[in-house]
């Protein structure tokens, strides 16, 4: 069965030394493993969008044939390593054949932004912000663990995977909520509100990951690591 797609390259595998495993992000087909000879093809690049065709079922597929569908985009290397992390996020944050149409166009546009803008902070964040949405792990910013809404009076701390609990004193990592409602509104231009949606987003991301290790964490400048992720 003959099949094609856009798609980007996430991660290469050795599948043997004359084969490799391509881990591609698609449209159509969500995450797909396609098996590539190197002695017919060369390993397209990360970061740029490619036209595939392919021939398999619902497991491994053959690549038959790529070519580009952008031209290559130049990025600096702090910026190379915001999107690799990219790359990984999609790599384990999403499951073979499970599609989401908008999640491509939503990488390229992101990419884009890295290139054409310095805020890799607040690029960082929006995409994990969207991307832990549309999977099914969103942050309820309206309601506490307990089912009561946010209240401006009291403080919480944030629970992954649970939401925010109401707490009786401020500690280190605590918000309050009018902090909440601003977070809400993606009002994390300050400094205090950055910090916060940086601790929370990838304290969601570190929970659901379970202990798997990201190669985009060692590589980031020593003001840029904040995401724990350990074994």
Request: glycine fraction near 4%.
């Amino acid at each position: 069965m003959d099949n094609s797609c856009r798609c980007i390259l996430l991660h290469v595998r050795e599948l043997s030394e004359h084969k490799k495993i391509l881990e591609c992000f698609s449209e159509e087909f969500g995450r797909i493993g396609l098996v590539i000879s190197t002695n017919n093809h060369i390993i397209p690049d990360y970061f740029r969008l490619i036209s595939v065709e392919f021939t398999g079922g619902t497991g491994l597929k053959t690549l038959q044939s790529y070519q580009y569908e952008q031209k290559f985009i130049s990025l600096d290397a702090t910026k190379q390593v915001a999107a690799l992390y990219f790359n990984e996020l999609l790599f384990y944050l999403t499951k073979q054949n499970d599609p989401h149409e908008w999640l491509l166009p939503f990488y390229l546009v992101s990419l884009a932004k890295l290139k054409s803008e310095n805020s890799i902070e607040l690029i960082l964040r929006e995409f994990e912000y969207e991307l832990l949405s549309k999977i099914g792990f969103s942050i309820n910013f309206e309601q506490d663990v307990d089912g009561l809404p946010i209240n401006t009076d009291f403080w919480y701390r944030f629970c992954p995977l649970k939401g925010f609990e109401r707490i009786n004193q401020q500690v280190k990592y605590s918000v309050n909520g009018s902090m909440i409602f601003q977070l809400k509104q993606k009002n994390w231009q300050t400094t205090p509100n950055n910090k916060i949606i940086k601790y929370i987003l990838t304290s969601q991301i570190e929970k659901i990951l379970d202990g798997k290790i990201l190669n985009s964490k060692a590589l980031w400048p020593k003001k840029h690591t904040n995401i724990k992720v350990n074994k």
